[in-house]
């Protein structure tokens, strides 16, 4: 188990957005959280990034409580996330932004060459402000930021979010190749059937708790749709 | 030939406007933060050079080795232990917090090296001139520094674009939270930007200290050079800050061989004029400032004058609607269904009871000339005064979002018109509104040069048009000049009947003002205001007026503070323009505001009052006494931004002066909509 969120609520302000969460993460699979908007999967993602505090429970990464370390020194555990809406760096090029993916970077894999040639369409802009690209090229350079500090766990939020259906079908075929080199995925979606896709194993957030959990092809559609909505059809 | 030599002068003093501008625009660019201290920065590494000088006997130049990397030091620990606490919070708390140190530098500096002017001696280097042809000849020292300028700009230049450090830099500016997932400690990473932007500074004090005497004083002008620089060549933009130093340098040497008293003033000037022309400054990216530019600057203006008249009208208009309509509604919560109905409410919990002791307080206020003796009457005129202005100070930074650090030049207008006033035998009395007014219609055209900058910058571009103001009035000889002047058309009236008079007119001004402001914030432009100090973009889409409703807030708080100024003199019968326009003035109303709540009706009169009090006991200690005020205020803005009267409500919802909307169903489940106290909630996030 590379990473377990334990019974972790979190709070903005008097605001409670997760209550008593709880996720396991096996090491080398791809799990998805799905769930409406408001759901909290965001939060739950920004907590395991370090970006939230749980106000209750914990967050465990390999075996190590994470409480207290501050997000910027998670990378270099081996945490990296693609945040909601690419949020690149608009005022650096493509590679400034992929070298600063890489400024706390473990050994592996992945570097500037290993990122283009996974996505060769960045390559050809690579001394372009990111603020210039295109939206699949914004998350490719996004989702290559997050690889270039080779890690273990890698956090995608929504990363189909914006994009024609075409570009999101060539980020998750690159995610089969991100998955070959042994980087386990936890990802967040909204595209429920995407999600079942490439997911081993799902949760269902509602209303900042988990109300389902399942092998992705063990679960039905209307046990999703429940879930997924809070009632029935 | 004098000409020539006044040109190459000007261009030669841009170099140390370029140092001095450099840190303030790298901390303004990575941080978004308006480092108000930033002169006075410069004044601390002068001073320590000055005592490493004396001291040891040593050098000026040597003492750069010392003092520069002392500076970076500081710079660091200051942003580590201080700044970074304001990061990421609404701009006030930067802007209060940095004004608080400026004031407790300048003090400290005061009471350690007296306020005798000091130099630096750059040696044989600091006479020695080169010959450029025929009879110009300039200082080899003048030289080395527009080098040194170049230097420091260059190396600026390279770090941001090569280096990691600039790529972290450029990174945390663009998304800071982004940052922290990609490894990046930002907050180190501001505390090297503002290490840099301190030595910068240093430099540019030690330089300029060997160019120029100093005193205590002298680092608000440090400060407003640095920024008239920036602005003038335009943020982002590394050389633009060379040539806008050149180009500020240029208005100072002309200027002042035009007229050797008026070198600094048209500096503000040119400053001014650049503000009116080309906002986003001469030199940014958007290219060189061109006859269209101009054209086009000066077609805005009538558009602009109509969109005011017009929001004029519109705002009567809504003014009616609103009058109206009740003011407690009854709203179904879901049409069509039984659910249950919510009341809207303007009243708070205490209005009713409150609003009586208020007005029995106004009562007893007003039979006091007849029990207490003329010392408590005169305090207690300076402490409405005290009381107008924290309101107006409040109603432009706690609701409008505008925090001016230049307030006191629509106070020193106030005063100084009722002075010229009554010099062309007008009664005081009538002159006290009609100087209100004036000041009033003199704030309209201000507001236009104001509102071409936002935030930290707004609040530095106000100071330096009160110091512009500063500059005409002390050098105007019918208004006493310099050292001021005499309210002589009073000196036929019975002292105790004057003061009792003054007294009922400051009274019912005060009255007026906060009854004013309570008007206004309860009327529809007063929640488009708070809407506006929360989002201006937000509250522009939404169809708020947001230039008018700004302007409107700025013209009250001129037309309070020209009150204020005109009842100033009315009640110690003197004015002088050091005082007049002194910008402790507006360091005392934020401490007010900061004290009892910004953002609340309640606040600002608590505050100044509980700051009277302080003021009464304490301001024999002088200069600690404003050190210790400077703290609090950096404290308070910290630790308690909603100040004492924010405590008082959080625990009771007590509210005196309710703007807000209260919604209450039947089972007395209170749902607050009141707008935040204070401005621009945050998520709580992870520390780091």
Redesign the interface.
């Known amino acids: 188990m590379i990473l377990s969120v334990e019974e972790a609520s979190a709070?903005?302000?008097k605001f409670q957005a997760l209550f008593g969460i709880d996720l396991r993460v096996p090491e080398g699979q791809t799990v998805a959280v799905i769930g409406a908007n408001g759901a909290g999967k965001s939060t739950l993602l920004n907590m395991i990034?370090?970006?939230?505090?749980p106000s209750d429970g914990r967050v465990v990464f390999e075996g190590a409580d994470l409480r207290g370390v501050?997000?910027?020194?998670?990378?270099?555990l081996g945490i990296?996330?693609v945040?909601e809406g690419r949020?690149l760096?608009?005022?650096?090029t493509v590679r400034?932004n992929l070298?600063?993916?890489g400024?706390?970077a473990r050994p592996g894999p992945w570097n500037l060459d290993a990122v283009y040639e996974l996505f060769p369409n960045i390559a050809r802009h690579q001394d372009r402000k990111s603020g210039s690209l295109s939206g699949g090229e914004a998350q490719a350079v996004a989702i290559g930021?997050a690889l270039m500090?080779n890690p273990r766990l890698l956090l995608l939020d929504e990363v189909s979010l914006g994009l024609a259906p075409v570009v999101v079908k060539a980020l998750y075929a690159a995610l089969a190749d991100i998955k070959a080199g042994g980087v386990t995925v936890l990802l967040v979606e909204q595209d429920v059937s995407q999600a079942l896709a490439v997911a081993d194993h799902v949760y269902c957030l509602l209303e900042g708790r988990a109300v389902l959990d399942g092998a992705a092809a063990g679960l039905s559609m209307d046990q999703v749709t429940y879930a997924y909505f809070g009632a029935t059809r | 030939m004098t000409w020539v030599h006044t040109i190459v002068q000007g261009i030669l003093l841009g170099g140390y406007f370029a140092l001095f501008a450099t840190g303030l625009s790298l901390m303004f660019g990575v941080m978004r933060l308006v480092n108000l201290a930033h002169g006075s920065l410069a004044l601390v590494a002068a001073f320590c050079a000055v005592a490493l000088v004396n001291a040891t006997g040593m050098s000026a130049w040597l003492t750069l080795l010392i003092v520069v990397p002392a500076a970076a030091v500081v710079g660091y620990v200051l942003q580590r232990w201080l700044l970074n606490a304001t990061v990421g919070r609404a701009e006030v708390t930067s802007v209060l917090v940095t004004f608080g140190l400026a004031v407790i530098i300048s003090n400290v500096l005061l009471q350690v090296f007296s306020a005798n002017s000091q130099g630096l001696q750059a040696g044989s280097i600091g006479t020695a001139s080169v010959h450029l042809f025929s009879s110009l000849y300039v200082g080899w020292f003048d030289v080395v520094t527009f080098l040194v300028a170049v230097a420091v700009l260059s190396g600026l230049q390279f770090m941001m674009s090569r280096t990691?450090t600039g790529?972290?830099m450029?990174?945390s500016?663009?998304?800071p939270?982004?940052?922290?997932?990609?490894?990046?400690?930002?907050k180190r990473v501001y505390a090297t930007a503002t290490a840099i932007a301190v030595a910068t500074v240093a430099l540019a004090g030690i330089f300029f200290g060997m160019h120029t005497q100093f005193s205590p004083t002298s680092g608000n002008d440090y400060l407003l050079f640095g920024f008239e620089t920036v602005v003038i060549g335009g943020l982002g933009s590394i050389w633009g800050t060379l040539a806008g130093g050149i180009v500020l340098g240029l208005a100072q040497t002309i200027g002042a061989q035009i007229n050797p008293a008026d070198g600094v003033l048209a500096g503000h000037l040119v400053f001014l004029v650049v503000l009116v022309l080309r906002p986003e400054g001469l030199f940014s990216r958007g290219g060189a400032v061109t006859a269209s530019g101009l054209l086009r600057a000066v077609r805005g203006i009538p558009r602009t004058l109509g969109g005011f008249s017009h929001g004029l009208s519109a705002g009567a208009r809504s003014a009616r609607a609103s009058a109206g309509r009740a003011s407690a509604a009854r709203l179904q919560a879901h049409p069509g269904d039984d659910g249950p109905v919510v009341r809207v409410r303007r009243r708070g919990r205490g209005s009713l009871p409150g609003g009586v002791g208020l007005l029995a307080v106004v009562a007893v206020l007003a039979v006091l000339p007849y029990g207490a003796g003329p010392g408590v009457i005169f305090n207690l005129v300076s402490m409405f005064v005290l009381i107008m202005l924290a309101s107006m100070w409040n109603l432009l930074a706690g609701y409008g979002g505008m925090m001016s650090i230049g307030l006191q030049a629509f106070y020193g207008l106030g005063g100084y018109t009722l002075l010229f006033l009554t010099d062309h035998g007008v009664n005081v009395w009538t002159g006290i509104p009609l100087a209100a007014l004036i000041t009033g219609v003199i704030a309209v055209p201000v507001s236009f040069l104001a509102f071409r900058l936002r935030g930290g910058y707004f609040a530095i571009g106000t100071w330096v048009i009160a110091q512009a103001i500063y500059l005409i009035v002390s050098q105007d000889g019918g208004l006493g000049g310099g050292s001021g002047a005499s309210l002589t058309t009073l000196s036929g009236y019975d002292p105790a009947q004057r003061q009792a008079d003054t007294y009922w007119v400051a009274l019912a001004i005060v009255v007026l003002a906060i009854g004013g402001v309570f008007a206004l914030l309860r009327s529809r432009l007063g929640l488009g205001l708070t809407a506006i100090r929360d989002s201006e973009s937000a509250a522009g889409s939404l169809g708020v007026r947001v230039g008018f409703a700004k302007r409107v807030a700025f013209l009250i708080a001129a037309l309070g503070c020209g009150a204020a100024g005109a009842l100033t003199l009315a009640n110690t019968l003197s004015i002088a323009p050091g005082s007049a326009f002194d910008v402790t003035l507006t360091a005392y109303m934020i401490f007010c505001v900061l004290i009892g709540g910004l953002g609340t009706i309640e606040g600002p009169i608590i505050g100044a009052v509980i700051f009277f009090e302080i003021q009464y006991h304490y301001s024999a200690n002088g200069v600690w006494y404003l050190v210790a005020l400077g703290a609090l205020a950096i404290v308070m803005a910290i630790r308690l931004p909603q100040g004492i009267w924010g405590l008082v409500t959080a625990r009771t919802r007590i509210s005196l002066f309710p703007v807000g909307y209260q919604l209450t169903t039947p089972n007395q489940e209170t749902r607050r909509s009141e707008p935040a106290k204070e401005p621009a909630?945050s998520?709580?996030?992870?520390?780091?």
């Open positions: 709070h903005y302000g990034a370090g970006l939230v505090s501050p997000a910027y020194e998670r990378p270099a990296a996330m945040p949020k760096f608009p005022s650096l400034e070298q600063i993916g400024y706390k930021r500090s | 990691t790529r972290l450029r990174a500016s663009d998304d939270r982004t940052a922290l997932l990609m490894g990046v400690n930002t909630a998520v709580r996030e992870n520390p780091h």
